[in-house]
């Protein structure tokens, strides 16, 4: 390991092996130290060839070092990684940002591992079209699906885990004007467990969600056409 031969508190380095004449070229980058917290250290490794991109961490203690994180992805998903407090407790998580090569809707994607006191959690957490909201450790986003039947939601962070706080998405039962649902579930549904509250507008703290033009990107006609489908 170069951390390891490093024999340094911390350690930084990007290099590329390999060709790019004979496609063959891996970049690298390596950081070692307390990149998560101060109460343990970690070694992180990110490697991309043309074709796919490896994120992979170990933890590291007296008897050297264990791999608790190993993702592969689709280099062509245009993977960005980034080491941040995502939960606003003062500890910093990974971030890993990516968008899949396939698929109907918008998605973007972030995989999160958030840190524990004693390490970070090997336990992934995958968010479609989030928007972060930091200082109300909360996140409000647009489900994966088409205008008319994608959901705006917010979760809102409880110490490593995040609660749902609510769906809203478009009324199939109003086919006279553009109005909207609060729920406690993700789609429309006409479940008698489910808890809803009718909306006239979508509420202001959704203004500033990324994608939000892509959930309103639905007229009345679509509302009638997708409330018949239900119905049937």
């Not at 958030?114 to 079209?129: A, H, P, R």
């Not at 009324?171 to 809803?196: G, P, W």
């Amino acid at each position: 390991m170069l951390a390891k031969t490093a024999g340094k508190e911390s350690f930084r380095k990007k290099f590329s092996t390999g060709s790019e004449y004979l496609n063959n070229k891996v970049d690298v980058e390596v950081k070692f130290g307390h990149l998560f917290s101060q109460n343990y250290k970690n070694l992180f490794i990110a490697s991309s060839s043309k074709l796919y991109t490896k994120i992979t961490i170990y933890s590291v203690n007296a008897l050297g070092f264990k791999k608790l994180i190993d993702q592969i992805l689709m280099t062509d998903a245009y993977p960005i990684w980034s080491i941040k407090d995502v939960n606003n407790d003062g500890l910093k998580d990974l971030s890993i940002n990516w968008y899949p090569l396939s698929g109907c809707c918008m998605r973007n994607i972030f995989d999160l591992y958030i840190s524990k006191v004693d390490e970070i959690s090997t336990t992934k957490i995958e968010l479609v079209n989030p928007t972060f909201f930091s200082n109300e450790k909360a996140i409000r986003g647009v489900t994966y699906d088409h205008p008319g039947l994608a959901s705006l939601y917010k979760f809102k962070w409880n110490k490593l885990n995040l609660d749902t706080i609510e769906y809203i998405y478009p009324n199939l039962s109003d086919t006279i004007q553009i109005s909207f649902v609060r729920s406690n579930e993700s789609h429309y549904s006409q479940s008698k467990k489910k808890r809803s509250e009718n909306l006239k507008s979508i509420p202001k703290e959704y203004n500033s969600v990324l994608g939000l033009d892509y959930f309103k990107s639905y007229n009345l006609e679509d509302i009638k056409i997708i409330s018949k489908n239900y119905n049937k």
